[in-house]
């Protein structure tokens, strides 16, 4: 190891560590270091065991941000500072170790958690050979430190699959689904094009997650006698159903229920309110 590399790393430990501290190191060896991809359209993640640690992971769902996180086998009680620094490889010994960002420990199965700015400089570091590198005091031990190393080795292979499925992720979140409204013109059960665009965002996803179930509600303002309008939410909720299933969505994951006036969500009084009461709820479960 050159001198330069010995002073980088008494640097680092010095900084965080008290006189005379001992230094526990974490990291794959690296005849084992591998990377991991999972891939569909709704989640990717590229991740990688830390022996006697935890599990590095980046991930992505679909219609969310880049995110990483490491889950730990032996969970911290308290939140303690970390310092995330870019270590080079033994075999770069004239370049020297740059700081990442600085992250907090926290309690609990993921203690160490960031978001996509973080994430990304994670990767980039990654990406360019270096070994990230996570500083902290023990929570158990005040007089131990420890480091935390992501390894490079057999990174780039891995990476290329994890980018070509977030760039394939679908850009919309369960999140955005689980409550859709479709809406509809006075006395009519026709679906619009912004009705069928809605729908058919809702029936991409659910062929991806078989676990999702579907619950269809029609209703009606209050304009027209009230057989009339039971009779049209019915209809209303039997057109979407049926576009759904003719999208490849299975009849049995679709339950339907009809009100006709009786649930109004706005004000009848209004042109406004009633339009918005001229709907189908589409409720995504599960």
């Known amino acids: 190891m050159s001198v330069v590399r010995v002073i980088t790393v008494v640097i680092l430990l010095a900084a965080m560590a008290p006189v005379g501290a001992r230094v526990h190191h974490y990291q794959s060896p690296w005849h084992e270091s591998r990377w991991t991809t999972r891939s569909s359209p709704l989640y990717c993640s590229l991740s ?26 032996v969970r911290p009680e308290r939140k303690i500072p970390v310092q995330v620094w870019a270590v080079p490889p033994q075999w770069k010994h004239n370049v ?27 990767l980039d570091a990654l990406a360019e050979g270096y070994f990230p590198t996570f500083h902290y005091q023990d929570w158990l031990d005040h007089n131990q430190q420890i480091r935390v190393s992501l390894s490079a080795i057999n990174f780039q292979p891995a990476l290329r699959r994890f980018q070509v499925c977030t760039r394939a992720l679908i850009p919309y979140s369960l999140a955005s689904l689980r409550r859709s409204r479709i809406y509809f013109a006075t006395a009519r059960h026709a679906l619009s094009k912004r009705a069928r665009r809605k729908l058919d965002a809702i029936a991409t996803y ?24 039971f009779l049209l939410s019915q209809r209303r909720a039997l057109a979407v159903k049926r576009y759904l299933v003719s999208k490849g969505i299975k009849p049995s994951r679709i339950s339907v229920r009809y009100f006709g006036e009786r649930m109004p969500w ?21």
């Open 266 to 286: 706005k004000s009848n009084r209004t042109a406004k309110g009633r339009a918005a009461n001229r709907r189908v709820l589409v409720l995504v479960s599960g």
């Open 48 to 73: 990688q065991k830390i022996p006697f640690y935890g599990t590095a992971v980046f991930s992505q769902r679909a219609g969310g941000r880049l995110q990483f996180h490491i889950r730990v086998h």
């Open 96 to 122: 020297a170790s740059r700081e990442i960002t600085g992250l907090q420990l926290r309690p609990g199965t993921w203690p160490i958690r960031t978001g996509r700015r973080d994430a990304l400089r994670l």
């Open 206 to 229: 659910l062929r991806f997650d078989k676990r999702l179930r579907l619950r269809v509600d029609g209703h009606t303002d209050s304009r027209g006698r009230k057989r009339y309008n």
